[in-house]
């Protein structure tokens, strides 16, 4: 007998997220942070990649664990291929998939692009050694969103993989970038990088006025931020400009592309209701943006745990056959925290049937267990065999 | 006592991954040290976007404004945090880090008037410039927090005796604990560099000032909490200590627990599970993340217990666990 998620869920729902790991070319995995994204975008990249796909998963997560557990180390220059062959998920011959595993360095990815757009290698070190421009990678909201759509993109665009699958940043933000008056957005304003660029000297009609505004902007960013911090920010708006120009068009692609049948949206969530606000949050945010939305994934859910039996129906006893007074009073409390458990399975139960409701036709709600922990050879937790298991009970070949 | 630390601070920022109970600690350091006789403040930073929603600055069109609301804010009974300062029960106040207001407060204390601050914010040109320009919103929210830490009462004592940042969830925590160090690199001199060292200068003080990072008894939760702990390191961050929520109590007696683990593994040949199990090894694995988090850190460890089912308000609960040490 097979513990899928099959007795979990309506069989139907479990086949179609297999069918976005067996046919997908981009999964792209939202939701809060905690809920077990980075470890479910994992793991179905691992199902992927055990079904022959040539798969790649990407994370901008700050914690290292994703590449950690895939044997990767923190922030390479490119993919690493993780070892599949110790899982036992692993093809053979010409059936054999791959996965490689990135985690973005969005300073690298920001870097690469200011040097492809901006052609003057002057100009290119300018910006680069510019203070504001090395704070912006990790300060403005939707740039590392941004990166790690590009880097997506990109190897989409290059064929070299079946399956892309992406971890966003677990921040209820992941998408604004997409939107046109989001903040990224705001900063490509041109109306402020004029007022920055030292060739527009008011031959206009407006140009008093264009001064007089631009005259109080100097004034205030001379006098309380000081004269650095202004003429560090005249270069960068004067040389990121361009940059920016050509990102705003990115975006306006990235949509598009990013709107194709060929990718899915997948929204992870916990039982937690702030987990779950969030995931309704993101099923609203992919509607709103007409992106693909295809399911919830209900992770760290009692309701794929649907099949256990009660201690007593499980036919438990001691090995010798007498019960001692320290089994039976074991056996008793054991008997209440499985109440508790089965108490837990009704409400998990009911939220995994109110998502599918919310997920509408089409769509699918999917519960996955808890992650359990072989210990390692070394003593710590072996974490890539757990991502094993869930991607065995993704496909449904779990025993 | 360990709390007693946390008491004599001025500012307590509290991080941890989602999931773990952040809001919920942060509201209850807020009940106890309120009970304990001190004037609290919970902040936490406006949304993302630079402010909330509904900010007297914010001509913007919105169409984000679906579900917003913040977990902190809810444990005092309200959708988010006030944009000024008010009392959200006795002895705690609220207030938003809104980087726009403390914008309005620097331009204030750099002209002196009131009303031309006001009126320079609402310049369209500057107004733009403050909300996209890089780092002019993190330094609108780190004055706005100097500027609660320096409040006075007209008897000269402070107006928030104890300041509580609810951090952010994500790796942003990290990014604002190093920042004053990034500002001041960028604004190098001018009255704004002035209020950053003084900032940095609280923030770096380990008698007024302590981080706190929440997690849970459990593997991957511990595994961040090491690791954000290393990187606090580098920040120049005093840390006060780690709170471990959730400490689950095991009911089991040793021969309990050894009778009873037996009989679960012989019945694993049946390979259908058992209920009740999964909490049976989670007081394991809650023990053993417990003594792992011990051995590897060098500071404090508050333990939070699980509340027991139906004890009423989890914030007063607790509240009493902090006030009463570690259980």
């Given at each position: 007998?097979?513990?899928?998620?099959?007795?979990?869920?309506?069989?139907?729902?479990?086949?179609?997220?297999?069918?976005?790991?067996?046919?997908?070319?981009?999964?792209?995995?939202?939701?809060?942070?905690?809920?077990?994204?980075?470890?479910?975008?994992?793991?179905?990249?691992?199902?992927?990649?055990?079904?022959?796909?040539?798969?790649?998963?990407?994370?901008?997560?700050?914690?290292?664990?994703?590449?950690?557990?895939?044997?990767?180390?923190?922030?390479?220059?490119?993919?690493?291929?993780?070892?599949?062959?110790?899982?036992?998920?692993?093809?053979?011959?010409?059936?054999?998939?791959?996965?490689?595993?990135?985690?973005?360095?969005?300073?690298?990815?920001?870097?690469?692009?200011?040097?492809?757009?901006?052609?003057?290698?002057?100009?290119?070190?300018?910006?680069?050694?510019?203070?504001?421009?090395?704070?912006?990678?990790?300060?403005?909201?939707?740039?590392?969103?941004?990166?790690?759509?590009?880097?997506?993109?990109?190897?989409?665009?290059?064929?070299?993989?079946?399956?892309?699958?992406?971890?966003?940043?677990?921040?209820?933000?992941?998408?604004?970038?997409?939107?046109?008056?989001?903040?990224?957005?705001?900063?490509?304003?041109?109306?402020?990088?004029?007022?920055?660029?030292?060739?527009?000297?008011?031959?206009?009609?407006?140009?008093?006025?264009?001064?007089?505004?631009?005259?109080?902007?100097?004034?205030?960013?001379?006098?309380?931020?000081?004269?650095?911090?202004?003429?560090?920010?005249?270069?960068?708006?004067?040389?990121?400009?361009?940059?920016?120009?050509?990102?705003?068009?990115?975006?306006?692609?990235?949509?598009?592309?990013?709107?194709?049948?060929?990718?899915?949206?997948?929204?992870?969530?916990?039982?937690?209701?702030?987990?779950?606000?969030?995931?309704?949050?993101?099923?609203?945010?992919?509607?709103?943006?007409?992106?693909?939305?295809?399911?919830?994934?209900?992770?760290?859910?009692?309701?794929?745990?649907?099949?256990?039996?009660?201690p007593?129906?499980?036919?438990l006893s001691p090995s010798g056959g007498e019960l001692s007074p320290a089994a039976r009073s074991g056996l008793e409390k054991l008997g209440?925290?499985?109440?508790?458990?089965?108490?837990?399975?009704?409400?998990?139960?009911?939220?995994?049937?109110?998502?599918?409701?919310?997920?509408?036709?089409?769509?699918?709600?999917?519960?996955?267990?808890?992650?359990?922990?072989?210990?390692?050879?070394?003593?710590?937790?072996?974490?890539?065999?757990?991502?094993?298991?869930?991607?065995?009970?993704?496909?449904?070949?779990?025993? | 006592?360990?709390?007693?630390?946390?008491?004599?601070?001025?500012?307590?920022?509290?991080?941890?991954?989602?999931?773990?109970?952040?809001?919920?600690?942060?509201?209850?350091?807020?009940?106890?040290?309120?009970?304990?006789?001190?004037?609290?403040?919970?902040?936490?930073?406006?949304?993302?976007?630079?402010?909330?929603?509904?900010?007297?600055?914010?001509?913007?069109?919105?169409?984000?404004?679906?579900?917003?609301?913040?977990?902190?804010?809810?444990?005092?009974?309200?959708?988010?945090?006030?944009?000024?300062?008010?009392?959200?029960?006795?002895?705690?106040?609220?207030?938003?880090?809104?980087?726009?207001?403390?914008?309005?407060?620097?331009?204030?204390?750099?002209?002196?008037?009131?009303?031309?601050?006001?009126?320079?914010?609402?310049?369209?040109?500057?107004?733009?410039?403050?909300?996209?320009?890089?780092?002019?919103?993190?330094?609108?929210?780190?004055?706005?927090?100097?500027?609660?830490?320096?409040?006075?009462?007209?008897?000269?004592?402070?107006?928030?005796?104890?300041?509580?940042?609810?951090?952010?969830?994500?790796?942003?925590?990290?990014?604002?604990?190093?920042?004053?160090?990034?500002?001041?690199?960028?604004?190098?001199?001018?009255?704004?560099?002035?209020?950053?060292?003084?900032?940095?200068?609280?923030?770096?003080?380990?008698?007024?000032?302590?981080?706190?990072?929440?997690?849970?008894?459990?593997?991957?939760?511990?595994?961040?909490?090491?690791?954000?702990?290393?990187?606090?390191?580098?920040?120049?961050?005093?840390?006060?200590?780690?709170?471990?929520?959730?400490?689950?109590?095991?009911p089991f007696t040793a021969e309990e627990r050894r009778e009873v683990a037996g009989m679960l593994d012989a019945a694993?040949?049946?390979?259908?599970?058992?209920?009740g199990e999964?909490?049976f090894?989670?007081?394991?694995?809650?023990?053993?993340?417990?003594?792992?988090?011990?051995?590897?850190?060098?500071?404090?460890?508050?333990?939070?217990?699980?509340?027991?089912?139906?004890?009423?308000?989890?914030?007063?609960?607790?509240?009493?666990?902090?006030?009463?040490?570690?259980?």
């Amino acid at each position: 007998m097979t513990k899928g998620l099959d007795q979990a869920v309506d069989a139907g729902d479990a086949e179609k997220l297999r069918a976005i790991v067996r046919e997908a070319r981009i999964v792209v995995c939202c939701g809060a942070g905690g809920v077990g994204k980075t470890t479910t975008s994992g793991a179905l990249a691992l199902a992927a990649a055990s079904l022959g796909r040539k798969v790649l998963v990407l994370t901008i997560d700050p914690s290292k664990r994703l590449a950690e557990t895939l044997g990767v180390s923190r922030n390479p220059p490119k993919p690493v291929p993780v070892e599949l062959e110790r899982l036992g998920l692993a093809g053979r011959g010409a059936s054999a998939g791959s996965l490689d595993a990135w985690m973005l360095d969005p300073k690298l990815i920001a870097d690469e692009a200011v040097r492809r757009i901006v052609r003057n290698p002057t100009e290119v070190e300018k910006l680069l050694q510019n203070r504001i421009y090395q704070s912006v990678t990790t300060m403005v909201a939707g740039m590392h969103e941004y990166t790690a759509m590009q880097a997506l993109h990109r190897f989409v665009e290059e064929n070299r993989y079946d399956l892309v699958v992406l971890d966003t940043p677990p921040s209820r933000h992941a998408l604004d970038f997409l939107e046109a008056p989001g903040r990224l957005s705001r900063f490509l304003d041109g109306r402020v990088f004029r007022m920055f660029m030292p060739s527009e000297q008011g031959s206009s009609a407006f140009g008093g006025l264009k001064r007089a505004a631009g005259g109080l902007v100097h004034r205030v960013l001379n006098g309380v931020l000081g004269p650095e911090f202004s003429s560090d920010l005249t270069v960068f708006f004067g040389v990121f400009a361009g940059v920016l120009g050509t990102i705003s068009r990115d975006v306006t692609g990235m949509r598009e592309f990013l709107s194709r049948p060929e990718v899915s949206f997948l929204l992870i969530s916990s039982p937690a209701a702030a987990a779950l606000e969030e995931a309704l949050f993101f099923q609203d945010k992919t509607r709103e943006l007409k992106l693909p939305f295809r399911g919830f994934l209900l992770n760290r859910s009692h309701a794929a745990d649907a099949e256990r039996a009660f201690p007593d129906a499980a036919g438990l006893s001691p090995s010798g056959g007498e019960l001692s007074p320290a089994a039976r009073s074991g056996l008793e409390k054991l008997g209440r925290l499985a109440a508790a458990e089965r108490e837990l399975i009704t409400r998990d139960q009911k939220l995994l049937g109110d998502l599918k409701r919310r997920a509408g036709e089409g769509g699918f709600a999917v519960a996955l267990p808890t992650l359990s922990f072989a210990p390692a050879a070394d003593g710590g937790r072996d974490e890539l065999a757990a991502l094993g298991m869930l991607a065995k009970r993704i496909l449904g070949t779990a025993h | 006592m360990q709390f007693d630390s946390l008491l004599g601070k001025r500012i307590v920022l509290i991080t941890g991954k989602g999931g773990v109970g952040r809001s919920s600690v942060t509201a209850a350091i807020a009940q106890a040290a309120a009970r304990a006789g001190k004037r609290v403040l919970v902040t936490e930073m406006a949304d993302g976007a630079g402010q909330s929603k509904h900010s007297e600055y914010d001509d913007e069109p919105h169409n984000a404004a679906i579900h917003e609301y913040s977990p902190l804010a809810r444990l005092f009974g309200r959708e988010r945090l006030p944009e000024r300062k008010e009392e959200l029960m006795p002895g705690i106040s609220g207030s938003l880090l809104l980087p726009l207001y403390g914008h309005e407060l620097f331009l204030t204390s750099v002209f002196r008037v009131a009303a031309i601050a006001k009126a320079a914010l609402h310049s369209e040109a500057l107004r733009r410039l403050f909300q996209a320009a890089p780092s002019l919103r993190e330094i609108g929210i780190f004055y706005c927090l100097l500027t609660f830490l320096q409040a006075k009462h007209a008897d000269g004592g402070f107006e928030n005796e104890l300041i509580l940042v609810d951090m952010p969830a994500t790796g942003h925590a990290l990014a604002l604990t190093g920042l004053p160090r990034t500002l001041i690199n960028m604004v190098a001199r001018g009255p704004i560099a002035d209020a950053l060292r003084e900032g940095q200068a609280y923030l770096t003080d380990p008698a007024q000032s302590a981080t706190y990072v929440v997690t849970l008894p459990e593997a991957l939760p511990v595994s961040e909490t090491l690791e954000l702990l290393e990187g606090l390191k580098s920040s120049n961050m005093p840390i006060g200590g780690v709170i471990l929520n959730h400490v689950p109590r095991d009911p089991f007696t040793a021969e309990e627990r050894r009778e009873v683990a037996g009989m679960l593994d012989a019945a694993h040949a049946k390979e259908k599970g058992v209920l009740g199990e999964q909490s049976f090894r989670y007081f394991d694995e809650a023990k053993r993340e417990t003594e792992r988090l011990e051995r590897e850190i060098k500071v404090p460890l508050l333990r939070l217990p699980d509340a027991p089912p139906g004890c009423g308000s989890l914030v007063s609960f607790l509240a009493d666990s902090l006030l009463g040490g570690s259980p």
